[in-house]
């Protein structure tokens, strides 16, 4: 999808003056609003929607913009999760080949006042409004929400002495990092509908501070998910992000995050992995997380044209006696000299889990992170069944642009478990297993090979407001799929296309 524009329009800079005898900016800038409109001299307002035909209103230092943003997304479906439902819940009705439709709708209307020392007050405000035609993915359809999506107010200073600051509260967008763990603040599917698209990222309520100077960017957050009522953990979450970027294009962060309260369960591995999986109601509640990220600046000379990425990731929590880790390597090489500009970009992504032989609990819990392809998805389509924890994916992307227009993109994973006899997903595969002849009840798999996954994307940029995208998977089963159930497990296909506007 594409970037939402800043919430932050860049308003007129006004002269800095003496204010020793002049009324509070807000004043003065009101004054001269109703002046200029009065005398009839705002001529640079129509001059600068011709450039942006969403700008409201621009003068003495308030500019006010709206926004929209829509999306529809054709969906199709076959042998949804390996067609697993013939087996495992054959009356239960699901249809594992699925065609529907879903769309949504995001206005909203920012603001932001300059005052004459370069400080500014300013604020957004958004709704989004989804719905699915027909039945999606997870059997939910026909159905949508309306939500609130933005609703804060921020005030940030021009730098000085080096250091600008910024505070904002209210419900908004916050992305930590590579979106590891803090990203999506909203949920989105089921009853709201949209499943695909997935429209909402604003948390329900945020309160966000930054210091920021040579460099350098500190952010301090509390934040409270917009998660949906009916799997709504009550979770709050705070921390700190220290972050460096330099002028080449690399950086550097380190993240912390400490959930102050949650409903929200983990879920434990039987001993040895025979027998049922244990529930811990409530066990993410003081669950403590360090990321490390960092990408490199440009290199020159034999290593020219590469770029490489990492992440690491720690979680602790002594409640449930929780020690869990993750991380990520990427390595990229551009093609500069041949036609398209093609990118190869390889990765490898592991997230621990829980190990049946230990007391401690190690599964890794991936809190609030950008699901999507390009970001921290786990395989196309397995990526709907495997949640980044007790996996590890082997990735290759290829991107090609045949015009500055066009991107085609393929990507391939190769999926497998870290620990075997292990929950995957929460619950996933928890089944009797007679092998030997003696029936137990076991979590997990025992076969690391889980999927391999395809995705060819085709993107398009029609204007610079629309965004045309389309593409075709297939997931592969591996045999720690295939032994969950008895008789044939087929090849899960789908495909999709869409359009998005943004203004």
């Known amino acids: 999808m594409p970037t939402a524009h800043s919430d932050r329009p860049i308003g007129a800079v006004v002269q800095h003056r003496d204010r020793s005898a002049t009324p509070p900016a807000w004043a003065a800038a009101l004054a001269a609003t109703l002046a200029a409109f009065a005398l009839g001299t705002v001529p640079s307002l129509a001059q600068a929607k011709e450039q942006d035909p969403m700008l409201i209103y621009d003068a003495a230092g308030l500019k006010v913009r709206g926004h929209f943003q829509a999306g529809l997304n054709l969906v199709s479906e076959t042998n949804l999760f390996w067609n697993f439902s013939n087996t495992v819940a054959p009356g239960s009705g699901f249809d594992p080949d699925a065609e529907w439709i ?92 949209a499943l695909k698209f997935g429209p909402r990222k604003a948390w329900e309520m945020a309160a966000i501070g930054k210091v920021s100077g040579y460099g350098f960017t500190g952010t301090g957050f509390y934040v409270d998910p917009n998660e949906r009522p009916a799997n709504d953990g009550n979770n709050k979450l705070a921390g700190l992000d220290v972050r460096y970027d330099a002028p080449e294009g690399g950086y550097l962060g380190l993240t912390y995050i400490n959930v102050l309260e949650s409903d929200s369960p983990y879920i434990q591995a039987p001993p040895g992995g025979v027998g049922a999986s244990t529930i811990l109601p409530g066990a993410r509640e003081g669950t403590n997380a ?204 789908g495909g999709f296309v869409n359009v998005v506007v943004n203004f």
């Open 290 to 493: 360090l990321n490390v990220y960092a990408k490199t600046n440009p290199f020159t000379g034999a290593l020219e044209n590469w770029v490489f990425t990492t992440d690491f990731a720690y979680q602790w929590n002594n409640a449930v006696n929780l020690r869990a880790w993750a991380g990520r390597v990427q390595a990229g090489y551009t093609f500069a000299a041949l036609p398209w500009t093609p990118t190869l970009t390889y990765s490898y992504q592991t997230f621990s889990g829980d190990d049946p032989t230990t007391m401690a609990l190690e599964r890794f819990d991936p809190l609030y992170y950008e699901g999507s392809p390009s970001a921290w998805a786990t395989g196309s389509k397995s990526s709907m069944v495997f949640i980044n924890s007790n996996v590890q994916a082997h990735g290759l992307a290829l991107r090609v642009q045949p015009s500055r227009r066009d991107t085609v993109t393929l990507r391939y994973a190769h999926i497998r478990v870290n620990q075997l006899r292990s929950p995957v997903q929460f619950g996933q595969a928890t089944r009797v297993d007679t092998t030997g002849g003696t029936a137990n009840v076991i979590a997990g798999v025992t076969d690391p090979h889980l999927s391999d996954d395809l995705f060819l994307e085709y993107s398009r940029i029609i204007n610079p407001n629309t965004f045309l995208t389309a593409g075709v998977s297939i997931s592969f089963p591996g045999r720690g799929i295939k032994n969950t159930v008895v008789g044939d497990v087929p090849n899960w296909t």
């Open 102 to 193: 879903e769309g949504y709708v995001k206005p909203g209307l920012s603001f932001e006042n300059m005052f004459d020392d370069g400080s500014a007050l300013y604020g957004k405000a958004s709704a989004v409004v989804s719905y699915t035609g027909g039945i999606d993915a997870y059997d939910f359809g026909d159905t949508g929400r309306l939500t609130l999506e933005e609703a804060y107010l921020g005030f940030r200073t021009d730098a000085h002495e080096g250091l600008a600051f910024d505070v904002s509260v209210g419900p908004r967008e916050l992305r930590l990092g590579t979106g590891m763990l803090i990203a999506n603040g909203g949920s989105s599917g089921f009853e709201r509908g």
